[in-house]
């Protein structure tokens, strides 16, 4: 059974980076592509972005300047970078694996980011 | 982008009515469309893939289906545990967009 688990920091001071990682057990991170969302409290979901075990990236639009994702296939994970947040970032993060073309099938059990000085 | 409308945003139904909820694309998916459940302080969990495919493990209980721009996924039943909000979910273009979300509770 495939298993994400997302780790970082829970508070990050405005303007700085939010870093994040998402590991992958039960399963290889090769040939998925694997996608970041998030969700601020009481509100609906985002889709961030995605990364195919290769390197390959798609960002989100509304966020691509500020995004970076990278994969670490020999760790199996796979991370997110979002620069210059402000208190519009806080939300809880999911990383999730992206199937079938754009079913999100598992995810993590999601890492609430706040940010704040 | 392509915008993803729900309706209705919540509604209350008693134990064994069927609930219908829409969803609907602001231009044509085919059949792209992805529906999940979420219950609260938990992450979404696929129910329904490519419109109208039950996710391995699902209850048969759910069902989706539709194509083009309109949406519908029912529950034939409700159960307590169905106690959730939904969402539809494109992936027809990117970025993926979800729908605003439909909670249901119990009356």
């Known amino acids: 059974q495939v298993q994400l688990q997302e780790s970082g920091p829970g508070l990050v001071k405005p303007s700085e980076p939010l870093s994040l990682t998402c590991t992958v057990s039960g399963g290889s991170i090769s040939s998925y592509y694997w996608s970041w969302i998030r969700q601020p409290a009481g509100k609906g979901l985002e889709w961030i972005g995605r990364i195919y075990s290769s390197g390959s990236t798609n960002y989100n639009s509304s966020l691509k300047s500020r995004v970076t994702m990278s994969v670490d296939t020999s760790k199996n994970q796979f991370s997110l970078k979002l620069s210059s947040v402000t208190a519009a970032d806080t939300a809880v993060y999911y990383c999730a694996r992206t199937h079938r073309g754009g079913s999100l099938d598992y995810w993590g059990q999601g890492t609430l980011v706040t940010v704040s000085s | ?107």
């Not at chain 2, 069902?63 to 083009?68: A, K, L, N, Y």
Request: charged share 15%.
């Open chain 2, 1 to 107: 982008d392509i915008q993803m409308t729900q309706s209705p945003s919540s509604l209350s139904a008693s134990v064994g009515d069927r609930v219908t909820i829409t969803c609907q694309a602001s231009q044509d998916i085919t059949n792209y469309l992805n529906w999940y459940q979420q219950k609260p302080g938990k992450a979404p969990k696929l129910l329904i893939y490519d419109a109208s495919n039950l996710e391995t493990g699902v209850p048969s209980r759910f069902s989706g289906s539709g194509s083009g721009t309109d949406f519908t996924f029912t529950i034939s039943s409700l159960q307590p545990e169905d106690i959730a909000t939904y969402f539809c979910q494109q992936y027809d273009n990117l970025p993926f967009t979800f729908g605003p979300g439909t909670k249901v509770d119990i009356k």
